[in-house]
């Protein structure tokens, strides 16, 4: 019996191929694109948030390092993938500039320890562990996490000193102890969210100093680096350009906030103010590029992106509405990653000649 001599077919396990990148390239793209916020927010701050964040990243690599040694795994390559550095940048730039140092330790440990690694490290948490540690902190020390500092930026005469820095970071001193007249300023959320208690119109609020082009530009007060929208958007419009994000969650996210706006503005002028000014105050643009969009934390499939996105939108705009806090993408963010599973699942696309049930081929039984 004659046997063929043609080679059998062999295919070996996947991957086939490899696109050149990983987790190093994809945090150090990020990184890069949260530096122009990250440099600017120590431009109009001063020393007290440079300490802030260099604070929060050593608390987030030690207790990165401590887990791992734990678990028994190697250190120095987990370290050096970025994923640390990027969740504990996100969260200090989250915080107030003038967040004491016991804040940034206990958020930077948190945000590792319980959003990260007890989950079994990265790619296995299902909350954004910045925003999981954010919302713990502030739940647990409202006072700490809703006082502002002024703006005082470097060079100019009420700028801190570095030692003058120092004493606001690890010694808790404010205003009277620094000499300064002023040490706190509400942000726009937080101001005309406490103004309309008192009975006042949204435009007697916004007209007492307030300009669009102020959030835009970041001269106002607020978290270390949610205060610059323009900056903001460079930074995510580049993790775009480099393949990094897609558009679908930010871009939805964005339009149902903006969109929830514009309804309730037209129908009470006086009570709601306008999309713009949704958009460009607090924490929005900052969670739709660079939070929202986690890898390991949002939907896989596009239709599941755009719920989510929408969703994410959503709360943000009836948690700063009618909700306790005047921010709420910490909260909107965390409370949507919990439905990621379920968009999943009722968003996978089907597969190729059977049924979206997953049932018997479609034209006959299987």
Known sequence: MAQSTTPSLATPSSPHAHGGGGVGSVMGTVIIALAPVTLFSFYLFGWPVLFM???????????????????????????????????????????????????????????????????????????????????????????????????????SEGALSFTEGLRVTFLGERGPALGMDAASAATPLGHLKTELTL??????????????????????????????????????LYMWWRGIIDLRIPGSMIAATAALAFVFHVYDPSAFPGPVFHVFNGALLLGAFFIATDMVTSPTTPRGQILFGLGCGALTYIIRTWGGYPEGVSFAVVLMNACVPLIDHYTRPRVFGKERAGGPPLGGAE
């Open 199 to 236: 009975s006042r119109t949204v435009d007697e609020i916004l007209g007492q100093g307030y300009d669009h082009t102020m959030a835009l530009f970041g001269t106002l007060s607020g978290s270390a680096g949610e205060t610059s929208a323009v900056l903001i958007l460079l930074g995510g």
């Open 53 to 155: 964040l260099l604070t929060t990243l050593a608390a987030g690599l030690a207790t990165e390092a401590f887990a791992l040694w734990l678990m028994g795994r190697p250190i120095r390559p987990h370290l050096m993938d970025g994923s640390a550095v990027v969740t504990c940048l996100l969260l200090g730039l989250s915080l107030p500039a003038s967040a004491p140092w016991w804040i940034a330790v206990l958020g930077g440990a948190f945000a590792i320890g319980v959003g990260k690694q007890v989950y079994g490290g990265l790619g296995a948490n299902p909350f954004n562990p910045a925003m999981i540690s954010r919302v713990m902190l502030l739940i647990s020390f409202p006072q700490q996490l809703s006082t502002w500092p002024a703006i005082r930026p470097l060079f």
